[in-house]
């Protein structure tokens, strides 16, 4: 038996007595995004019967993601998605105020629907919503794969089981990590780099609060990083750029990090200036 062969028995070995509980990865990126299409659609529906259906079809999608995890779901699938549709409405009205919030605040915003069509951040919000959803109704493995779907297209990291407050504001967002228990109150704003993380990652914390709350009306900016379950950054406070920070933070504070730039003339600069890293 040549070395390929058995590799692959071995596999096959493995792979068939191990129960798989996970929902197939193209089938919730392609539910993701179809939901997503129903709340801001591109192509509006030609009447409501035709809309009615493409929600339909969205139902049935849900109902083919749950079907591997029946073992491990506390409710029936049936009375997992009576309860999931009724909750878009209050979904979607909070992700119309996120769009707000991001258009008022970013001047690079043209619209609204700008916001909602071609922001990453606007994406990733979007995504953490319907995701926090399922974690609310016990549903597992399916919301970390949905997350982690959109945290690959945006590189923006929200663990859906953060609690994140109306107007919510990433800007840019490349390389956000918001981590599983981080509280986030209203009308917050984060920038690129940011995370909100844990001071340690032991396994025997994970039934703990590990992650920062932010109360309402924080301003975080690029590269600052927040860790600690029992660090809270005070409302009203703007934390700096590329600021560290792992203690508690009063409301109304502003804290920042000072470094040091000098600017030489390069003609009078000792050292080479033209190298390669």
Not at 46 to 73: A, G, I, T, V, W
Not at 99 to 121: L, R, W
Not at 145 to 158: F, L, M, Q
């Amino acid at each position: 038996m040549d070395n390929l062969q058995f590799f692959v028995e071995k596999l096959y070995k493995d792979h068939t007595s191990e129960v798989c509980h996970m929902p197939c990865k193209t089938d919730s990126n392609r539910f993701i995004n179809d939901l997503i299409q129903l709340l801001f659609p591109l192509d509006v529906p030609r009447n409501m019967d035709e809309y009615m259906l493409r929600f339909r079809d969205s139902e049935l999608q849900f109902r083919k993601l749950l079907n591997p995890l029946k073992s491990l779901l506390k409710d029936e699938p049936r009375d997992i998605l009576d309860a999931f549709y009724p909750a878009l409405p209050d979904i979607y009205e909070k992700l119309r105020m996120d769009a707000e919030s991001i258009y008022k605040f970013d001047p690079a915003a043209a619209s609204v629907q700008e916001v909602i069509h071609a922001y990453p951040g606007f994406y990733a919000i979007t995504v953490y919503r319907i995701s926090h959803q399922l974690v609310k109704q016990n549903v597992p493995v399916l919301p970390r794969v949905i997350s982690e779907y959109a945290h690959g297209r945006t590189g923006i990291d929200i663990n859906p089981t953060a609690k994140i407050g109306d107007n919510f504001f990433i800007d840019h967002g490349t390389g956000v990590v918001i981590g599983e228990t981080t509280d986030i109150g209203k009308n917050v704003k984060i920038y690129q780099g940011v995370t909100l993380g844990a001071l340690t990652v032991e396994k025997s914390l994970a039934a703990t609060k590990r992650h920062p709350t932010l109360e309402d009306n924080v301003i975080i900016y690029a590269g600052s990083t927040v860790l600690g379950g029992k660090t809270v950054i005070g409302h009203d406070s703007v934390i700096g750029g590329n600021v560290w920070l792992t203690s508690s933070v009063p409301p109304n504070s502003v804290v920042y990090h000072k470094s040091e730039i000098k600017i030489r003339s390069g003609k009078n600069f000792p050292e080479p200036v033209n190298f390669v890293i």
